[in-house]
């Protein structure tokens, strides 16, 4: 059975080069595998783990979810098996569910996708037809809980592999941040200087779970997208002296520098260590607090890589992710969302070579979306989300069937009060202006 297939590796710096056979090697070879392999070791070994990909070196923490043993028929069923039988189960649903895929979700899953998107962009999707009674989600367990949150609740969310988590989510959990605003609060206290800013403002990046958006909407604070994180924390400095920004130290770094904030006005939070492994000075003197997180696929990428792409192809394009290390968005030519990422190519009227540092299946989509143009991944290891790869059709084959068989397996539900202050700073986010 193939997994992530040859799709992963169609796009190699060797195939721009030459148009040659890809030759690109992956990050792991257990990309071959289906994901099912990696919860059986974790059931024989008792530890949650991420599976092959960019982010399986990362500790997953003992909170995350476990998938339960796939039944084997879907296991040992080819690729046609599993299409037929996925496109018969969508058309006895009819428009009674909706399958949403991410950017970063694999071909061979978003070939049966009703809408593709980013996270936000997909959880809005789902507004569109209220008429579903399931929403089946192939990105990983936060976005699916964004649904979740935005949808009704005669709406039932599912993600197809429980597994299918965010390392970069996970390094911020509810009790740490708990920990780290209590140790804030006492170095801050808790009154508004003379311009009615409060000490410190609470904003989360969408990729968190519901508990820490949550969490903002109780705290007088707010959620930002890729695409957003200007004008949201623009809102925050408006209303605080500073800002805790959790979880992605690079996103918070890159748009807190374009906004002129001094790098050492920037104090990491390891949430390992007491004060997050501050002095008090340097708290007190902060601007942005950043929360010791990353994103396994976007750390991945180098200044190095784009010395090579500049040194082989003069005039290249270089667009990266945000999420990426700020010495690598200072290199690159521009950099955005995945939504900015697309619109600049597509903006783009003459054939042209483009360089770009985000995850390789949306690489890949794009590149044969826009054969006119040259499109690769700055990566030369091909390496996708280990997350977002645990979506096999397996898993969608499953879930669909049993949902004509009326189960819901899989449901992803979060807590009402949880909902109603997420709710409440994702708001705050949709009514932010720049
Ligand atoms: S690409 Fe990074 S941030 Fe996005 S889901 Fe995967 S691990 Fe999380």
Same mark, same amino acid.
């Given at each position: ?18 148009? %040659? ?19 059986? %070791?974790?059931?024989?070994? *008792? ?5 092959? *990909?960019?982010?399986? +070196? ?17 296991? &040992? ?13 969508? !058309? ?20 049966? $996708? ?28 936060? =976005? $699916?809980?964004? +649904? ?80 957003? %994180?200007?004008? #949201? ?18 996103? *918070? ?12 006005? =920037? ?14 000075? +340097? ?20 200044? !190095? ?20 290390? =700020?010495?690598?968005?200072?290199? +690159? ?31 890949? &989509?794009?590149? $044969? ?12 290891? /091909?390496?996708?989300?280990?997350? =977002?790869?645990? /979506? ?15 189960? #819901?397996?899989? &449901? ?19 009514? !932010? &202006?720049?």
């Amino acid at each position: 059975m193939s997994s992530v297939n040859t799709a992963i590796q169609l796009i190699t710096r060797e195939q721009a080069e030459k148009g %040659a056979a890809a030759k690109g090697s992956t990050c792991s070879p257990a990309l071959a595998k289906g994901p099912w392999d990696y919860d059986l %070791a974790e059931a024989l070994a *008792g530890v949650p783990a991420y599976g092959p *990909g960019a982010s399986s +070196a990362d500790p997953a923490p003992a909170g995350t979810p476990r998938q339960g043993q796939l039944p084997e028929e879907y296991k &040992r069923a080819s690729d046609a098996e599993l299409g037929e039988r996925i496109r018969a189960a969508k !058309a006895a649903l009819g428009e009674r569910a909706v399958i949403l895929g991410h950017f970063y979700q694999r071909d061979e899953v978003i070939q049966y $996708a009703d809408f593709v998107g980013d996270s936000f962009q997909l959880a809005n999707a789902a507004l569109t037809r209220p008429e579903a009674e399931a929403i089946i989600f192939c990105g990983v367990h936060f =976005m $699916a809980e964004t +649904a979740d949150i935005l949808s009704t609740l005669d709406q039932a969310v599912i993600l197809p592999n429980l597994a299918a988590g965010c390392s970069m989510a996970d390094m911020a959990d509810a009790d740490s941040v708990e920990e780290c605003w209590e140790q804030l609060a006492e170095i801050f206290g808790a009154e508004p200087d003379a311009e009615g800013r409060v000490p410190v403002i609470p904003v989360t990046y969408m990729n968190s779970s519901a508990a820490l958006k949550a969490f903002c909407g109780e705290h007088g604070g707010i959620v930002c997208t890729s695409s957003n %994180a200007k004008t #949201v924390l623009e809102w925050a400095f408006q209303r605080g002296q500073r800002v805790l920004f959790f979880p992605d130290q690079h996103l *918070g770094r890159n748009t807190a520098k374009a906004l002129g904030v001094p790098l050492d006005q =920037m104090p990491m939070w390891n949430p390992r260590k007491d004060l997050g492994g501050n002095d008090e000075q +340097a708290l007190l003197d902060s601007r942005v607090i950043l929360w010791h997180g990353f994103c396994s696929v976007h750390k991945r990428f180098s200044v !190095a890589q784009i010395d090579k792409a500049r040194a082989d192809f003069p005039g290249v394009q270089v667009i990266v992710h945000p999420e990426c290390p =700020m010495e690598v968005v200072d290199a +690159a030519d521009s950099a955005g969302s995945t939504d900015f990422i697309k619109k600049a190519i597509a903006a783009a009227t003459e054939p042209t070579t483009f360089a770009i540092g985000t995850e390789i299946n949306m690489v890949n &989509r794009l590149a $044969a979306e826009y054969p006119q143009h040259t499109i690769f991944c700055l990566d030369p290891v /091909i390496c996708p989300c280990s997350t =977002m790869y645990r /979506i096999h059709p397996g898993y969608l084959a499953w879930v669909l069937e049993e949902l004509v068989a009326g189960r #819901v397996v899989n &449901r992803i539900t979060v807590d009402h009060n949880v909902q109603a202050n997420a709710r409440t700073a994702l708001e705050r986010m949709l009514a !932010a &202006r720049p």
